[in-house]
T-cell receptor, first 111, second 113 residues
Framework: GQQLNQSPQSMFIQEGEDVSMNCTSS?????WLWYKQDPGEGPVLLIA???AGELTSNGRLTAQFGITRKDSFLNISASIPSDVGIYFC???????????WGAGTKLIIKP | EAQVTQNPRYLITVTGKKLTVTCSQN?????MSWYRQDPGLGLRQIYY???????DKGDVPEGYKVSRKEKRNFPLILESPSPNQTSLYFC????????????FGPGTRLTVL
């Protein structure tokens, strides 16, 4: 079935650094969703992408829908402590009404 | 306030003792789903429902049941829980699964001894 591969699995960064993570698949997705999960809570949608090549920002976050429709990227500029959490990519399956999820990228800020 | 509620938030039980985790949403959403979250595996969908009386299996349905008798409620039933069902469970809802934000409940941490 369709799968989403996220990398890196975890990131240790200094406050103020820029962050990049990505999500890839061997199959095409027509929508890419990026969610963030704060510790102890459910995921919350950050950015939704609906068109190949689309670049969308939400504050310090920018996400891009890859031209091949097989990948997507999320960048965070000038990270702050509240950026800590797990970032998930997700996309709707072709054949049914499932939502496919990546395994997540855990962001940790070094003290 | 728009929200998805789950109960209980924490549950410790023993193998074989039937349990139900309730989920309710007040947004009139048609789509609801259940996920389990395990370290390193991300979110895996257990069951989802497109509308009242319409449910379908996700990636990991074995050992779980669901029902959707009313639009707002989507309980998750474990008829005979086993230790490998120890996990963090999330209920979510949205207008549609393809383009709309999924709203997640706060999670239920289940331990099966």
């Amino acid at each position: 079935g369709q799968q989403l591969n996220q990398s890196p699995q975890s990131m240790f960064i200094q406050e103020g650094e820029d962050v990049s993570m990505n999500c890839t698949s061997s199959s095409i997705f027509n929508t890419w969703l990026w969610y963030k999960q704060d510790p102890g809570e459910g995921p919350v949608l950050l950015i939704a992408l609906y068109k190949a090549g689309e670049l969308t920002s939400n504050g310090r976050l920018t996400a891009q829908f890859g031209i091949t429709r097989k990948d997507s990227f999320l960048n965070i500029s000038a990270s702050i402590p509240s950026d800590v959490g797990i970032y998930f990519c997700a996309g709707p399956a072709d054949s049914n009404y499932q939502l496919i999820w990546g395994a997540g990228t855990k962001l940790i800020i070094k003290p | 306030e728009a929200q998805v509620t789950q109960n209980p938030r924490y549950l410790i039980t023993v193998t074989g003792k039937k349990l139900t985790v309730t989920c309710s949403q007040n947004m009139n959403h048609e789509y609801m789903s259940w996920y389990r979250q395990d370290p390193g595996l991300g979110l895996r969908q257990i069951y989802y429902s497109m509308n009242v009386e319409v449910t379908d299996k996700g990636d990991v349905p074995e050992g779980y049941k669901v029902s959707r008798k009313e639009k707002r409620n989507f309980p998750l039933i474990l008829e005979s829980p086993s230790p490998n069902q120890t996990s963090l469970y999330f209920c979510a809802s949205s207008l549609s699964p393809r383009t709309d934000t999924q709203y997640f409940g706060p999670g239920t941490r289940l331990t099966v001894l």
